[in-house]
């Protein structure tokens, strides 16, 4: 019953259109599904089968880009309600709670994200306990350490968006450091050194912390700063590095294995 | 209904234990519990590795943490908060990953290098074995990518994501801690100001880290487990990333109450512990102690000793090393490489210097110097 009408689907001209090749079930249109595939592209046709193996990955590197993937999802669907703004910030995150149906899009947001920045440093450790960072993948185990970066950098701009008490002291806490980074910071070593005939470089409106802060401490501006450096520029920027990444593992020789 | 049967088994069993949690929270302050529980525990961990991975060895080790772990929250409530506090379950998580990850590596490790020994061929080697990507490893991918959905899912569903009372940027709560995964650093700032422990040591790390794959120079080791091809860069990074982060993380999140104070993990966390403060600069110990003089005017003087010291320490201490214990690995890397290597390690070894240094002389700066904002 089910057969005939798989099989008629699978000659109809709409399925023959977007999938180029038969039944996966012999080598050529196994190598077919992997190769026109745009998805599915980003693997070679075949793979050292000891590198595959979950013992040797972890699968870890995976589960990031999965929760990476789980991230964009629900994080475009928390911004159709969330509006950062000082006034609604807080009352919108308290209304997603009580009016949207299956209200799960925070937990697994955030949720999510701490599970990632954990896959994220076990993945490093598998990488590293393998040996994997060694040429010829020295480049692409750099690109990770700024994909790490970036990923921390993504959680800890999202920590402020509910706009509780949590959020703002802990965003204090850390962009507190900034105001001591040597010579950018007002409180930092050596800051006044930067100065011209007398007049300060390095004040409290233009120091470190404040280009993080857009202001002297946490506030408005913040906020929409933080928004958009963690809904647009630091997600572009992890899905550029991402694709070099996975670029480069194939570039580099695929998954690694003894020489 | 979780919490519910922690709670009646906390009412079963209390009472008697409180020798058991006094002894813990005694121990578990870092001056004893650094030196003589996690490092021991960490040497342990890579020179018994052939023997700790064993299967029955490792789940009995499992078995212990957990019960010591998840058993003390029936015994006490101060515990049962700190653990159970959403935010903070990430962290329970991370650590079972750590150590289940680590056994999971170690484990392979002790068996490759067992077969390196006796001439056999590793794990991963099968050199003209391929296996094509569909349907191999696309249905692997599959299949954990629908675990792992369903593990978020259920977390989700369990554990709502926790809202605090609004923005209040009058009242900070005490103590004000920086999301978890940052709170090795915050942790540094007990040791070192925030110009360090916020700016200079962790772009360290990621200096670190980047340069990394281009200081190893060892082709061995590469695209399997091996700890007996690799035992120094192993150590060392094993060092920063267990003790030096995830320890200091436990401490930082579990461990740090009202005004960043330590507290045992079964102690109530009161803020109105007063803690003395007792911490002297070098200077003050040399010019104070040593010679019995008042501290010079001149800064720069003042502080002569402690800047001397810093000299020696980041300068002319990779240098000494190329010299002498190091002198084999400095002939194989060249110098560049191996001064980017010993500046990297000599300053992250500055963190447990400056905590033994605390430890037991109480040492607040080597180098004090408002005047420039400069305190290390």
Redo the contacts between chains.
């Keep these: 019953m089910i057969s005939p009408l798989l099989n008629y689907i699978r000659s109809t001209q709409v399925w023959n259109s977007i999938f180029r090749h038969g039944i996966?079930r012999d080598?050529r249109t196994?190598?077919m599904?992997?190769m026109s595939n745009v998805f599915?592209h980003l693997?070679?046709?075949?793979?050292?089968?000891?590198?595959?193996r979950?013992?040797?990955t972890?699968?870890?590197g995976?589960?990031t880009f999965?929760?990476f993937l789980?991230e964009a999802i629900s994080g475009v669907l928390l911004m159709f309600y969330y509006r950062p703004v000082?006034e609604y910030a807080?009352a919108d995150?308290?209304a997603l709670?009580s009016y949207v149906t299956l209200g799960?899009l925070?937990?697994?947001?955030?949720?999510?994200a701490?599970?990632m920045?954990?896959a994220i440093?076990?993945h490093m450790?598998?990488v590293?306990?393998?040996?994997?960072?060694?040429?010829p993948?020295?480049f692409n185990?750099?690109v990770g350490?700024?994909l790490l970066?970036i990923t921390?950098l993504l959680?800890?701009t999202g920590?402020l968006l509910?706009?509780?008490?949590?959020?703002?002291?802990?965003i204090?806490?850390?962009s507190?450091?900034?105001?001591?980074?040597?010579f950018l910071?007002t409180?930092?070593?050596?800051?006044?050194m930067l100065a011209i005939g007398g007049v300060p470089l390095v004040t409290a409106r233009s120091d470190a912390a404040y280009l993080l802060l857009a202001n002297t401490?946490?506030?408005e501006n913040t906020l929409m700063r933080f928004y958009v450096l963690h809904c647009i520029a630091l997600p572009l920027a992890a899905a550029t590095l991402i694709a070099v990444h996975f670029w480069r593992i194939r570039k580099d020789g695929g998954i690694?294995?003894?020489? | 209904m979780l919490s519910s049967m922690i709670t009646l088994a906390a009412a079963a069993g209390s009472s008697n234990l409180e020798w058991f949690k006094e002894l813990v929270n005694r121990f578990s302050v870092p001056e004893i519990s650094l030196p003589l529980f996690f490092l021991p525990l960490f040497v342990l961990l890579l020179v018994a590795y052939k023997v700790w991975t064993r299967p029955l060895f490792a789940g009995t080790l499992l078995v212990l943490f957990c019960v010591f772990y998840f058993g003390s929250m029936a015994i006490d409530e101060n515990y049962r908060a700190i653990v159970m506090k959403p935010?903070n379950v990430?962290i329970t998580?991370?650590l079972l990953?750590?150590g289940f990850?680590?056994w999971?590596?170690?484990r392979?490790?002790a068996i490759n290098d067992e077969r390196i020994k006796a001439g056999q061929p590793?794990?991963?080697?099968?050199?003209d074995?391929?296996?094509?990507?569909?349907?191999?490893?696309?249905y692997?991918?599959l299949i954990?990518?629908v675990i792992?959905?369903t593990v978020?899912?259920v977390?989700?569903?369990l554990?709502?994501?926790?809202?605090?009372?609004?923005?209040?940027?009058a009242?900070?709560?005490n103590p004000?801690?920086?999301?978890?995964?940052?709170l090795g650093?915050?942790e540094m700032l007990v040791y070192f100001?925030?110009?360090m422990?916020?700016?200079?040591l962790p772009g360290m790390i990621?200096t670190g880290?980047?340069a990394?794959?281009?200081i190893?120079t060892?082709?061995?080791?590469?695209?399997?487990?091996?700890f007996a091809q690799?035992k120094f860069a192993?150590t060392v990074?094993l060092f920063g990333?267990l003790i030096l982060w995830v320890v200091l993380i436990v401490f930082g999140t579990f461990l740090r109450g009202p005004n960043w104070n330590f507290f045992g993990p079964f102690q109530y966390w009161d803020a109105h512990l007063q803690v003395p403060l007792t911490n002297v600069n070098l200077s003050e110990l040399f010019w104070g102690d040593l010679l019995d003089r008042p501290l010079p005017a001149n800064p720069y003087v003042r502080e002569i000793v402690g800047i001397v010291f810093v000299f020696l320490w980041i300068c002319v201490l990779p240098y000494a090393l190329a010299r002498t214990v190091m002198r084999k690995m400095y002939e194989q890397l060249g110098s560049v490489r191996f001064y980017v290597m010993a500046i990297h390690l000599v300053v992250m070894a500055m963190l447990p210097l400056k905590m033994v240094l605390r430890w037991t002389m109480h040492l607040k700066y080597f180098v004090n110097?408002p005047e420039?904002?400069?305190?290390l």
């Design positions: 996966p080598r196994r190598v599904a992997v599915l693997h070679p046709v075949a793979v050292r089968k000891s590198g595959i979950l013992s040797f972890w699968c870890m995976g589960l999965f929760l789980a000082v807080y995150i308290q709670r799960l925070r937990e697994i947001h955030r949720w999510g701490h599970a920045i954990i440093w076990l450790m598998r590293f306990l393998t040996g994997s960072y060694k040429p993948r020295e185990w750099g350490v700024i970066v921390m959680s800890f920590y509910p706009w509780d008490q949590l959020a703002i002291w802990a204090t806490v850390g507190n450091m900034g105001k001591a980074t040597p910071g409180g930092g070593p050596l800051s006044d401490s946490v506030g690694s294995g003894p020489l | 935010d990430p998580m991370m990953g750590v990850c680590l999971w590596g170690f392979q490790a590793l794990i991963e080697e099968d050199k074995d391929k296996v094509l990507v569909w349907p191999d490893l696309v692997t991918e954990c990518m792992a959905a978020l899912i977390w989700s569903v554990l709502p994501a926790p809202l605090e009372s609004p923005a209040n940027p009242g900070p709560p004000s801690k920086a999301p978890w995964y940052f650093l915050q100001d925030p110009w422990a916020g700016v200079v990621i880290l980047i990394m794959p281009y190893d060892n082709p061995k080791g590469n695209g399997y487990y091996t690799r192993i990074w990333f110097l420039i904002n400069l305190n």
